[in-house]
């Protein structure tokens, strides 16, 4: 009777197993920003709850959402999606919505609040330029960005309206608390897109993704780039001849969902809690530029004096810049983006 | 003059060849599996609003997009150019491997080949590395004083045509190189002979009898060139947009599968009409042939 016994021990090990440890899988986007999320947000916090947690990288999480949410082989309980994405995501009903009894509503300031992708750090869309280029006299605001008879040199933007179409309409001097009102016209968005045609033919570029951004700044292929500061902060810290600006920078938030029909929902709450505690949020600016957005995060010290100036939401940097604001992109961004690919084909 | 033959050896025939015909049912299979189901699928949802309730919508939208259009021109600029770049460098280029001494044609072969062996994404961005303001080639040009100001080589069309062409060069050189070499060097000696220039010997020998080869490498050509993404996304710098671009900015800005589909579609669609095209040209060539041999 011996193998009973040792067969119903190994059916007692096996049930008792999922209780001990948890498995969950966590989508980010990989690279270098995925690294930092490793060591300063999901590592530690799954370590703390005991989890066991693996890690996919995409870099284009809302595609691979819908793919798994529709086909219904849903292989992660976490993803990482830029709010814009994220409300995206939301509307197509493709999240669970966020359980706020065990994550802390409290963490986020109410023009960031989401009910189904949880902001925790953000990032500017701003002005970099060579510092070869312009020396101790770079341009220094979106006007004079488009002003190529002042500042000449070879620009660089986004492939995509998102961010560009509120960055030409702050250089035609529309002030921040006003762009999504006047991009709420037919003629603002009109005037933006006119604005962008305007700049056209002194565009070299139009990237397709932050890692080229970066490039074409430290190579000089570009003068002027439209880059995130993370990105930026990457080339000048590696020595690159590259300065920039938070001034008008469009401040955009990422955050963390969960698939709709996740296997593991609780767990995947428990982690996005723990994992965006104020500590881990603002260790994750030991690797990269990214600050956080629960304002918590900024007491206490956590972040060094000298790092704050580096961070698009830190308070000193906060005044003249505008927040991406996700619920317009969900209304209007197809059309948006229309107008700009067919300014692009003109 | 009839022929009598052994109906036993016709019965052995038809079982050899139902023999093959049953061993080629595992590779018919995988196709059926891999690219028949996936056809049909995209078919499907090219007619599926993003609530799955079935539309036309998608056609209405797509086709009536002065985007779709210019996508197509540039899809249809980029493939025919590559083609033609492809013929004008790759004809000399097999014309030179399939005279030279075998150890010659084979060690070029080995460099022509080289290209085939590395990572696409890699030679993309080994393009940049030459081509950009720069870079090795425009250092060498504005260092020399050949010109002054760096020429615009990459982060356009000129730049996606270079990596086009650098793709699909030894694809088109595989089979012109095969059907050149399989030409029997005696006819090319019995024309000599008989007082044919070079260029005669090319026009009226050579190329009829690699006509075949040259076909097969230019429908190679076109149908992937028509598909291409990644070397215009990292080339184009954002300017070249042909559909498979579009069909990117629909999948993943707009999560529009409909519309995704209704592009896959159109690719498709071209590249049946191109098949259809070049074998009429074809058969047409290879009548006009016939008809001058008769003449």
Redesign the interface.
Known sequence: MSWLRISLTAFAISAALPVHAQTLTITTAGGDYGNAMKEAMWGPAAKELGYDVREETLSDGLAALKMQVTSGAIATDIIHLGSPEGAQAAAQSLLEPLDYKIIDAKSVPEGAASDYCYPFDSYGTVMSWNTKTYGENPPKTWAEFWDVAKFPGRRALRANAQDSIEIALLSEGVAPADVYAVLSTPEGLERAIMRLEAIKPDVAVWWTSGAQSAQLLKDGEADLVVTWNGRAETVRKDGGAADYTFKGSVIGTDCLGVPKGAPNKEAAMKLIAAMTQPVRVAKLTDFIAYGPVNPAAYEGGLIPEDRLKTLATAPENAGTSVFSNSQWWVKNGEAAQQAFDEMMAR | MTVTVDPALLADARRERRFFLSLSLPALFIVGLAAILPILWIIRQSFLT?GGEYTVGNYTKVLS???TW??LVTTLELSLGTLAICIVLGIPLALALASARPRVANLLMAFVMLPLWTAILVRTYGWLVLL???GLINAALTGSGLTAEPLPLV?NFTGTLIGMVHYMLPLFLLPVYAAMRDIDPNLIRASASMGATLGQVIRTVIMPLSAGGIFSGSVIVLIYSIGFFITP??LG???V?PLSTRIE?A???????GSASVLGILLLVLMALIGVMLLAARRLLAQTTVAAAHA
């Open positions: 993003t997009s002065g985007l210019s996508a950009r303001r720069d982060y996304a990292v710098g954002g300017k947009n900015r999948l993943s800005t707009f999560q529009d599968w």
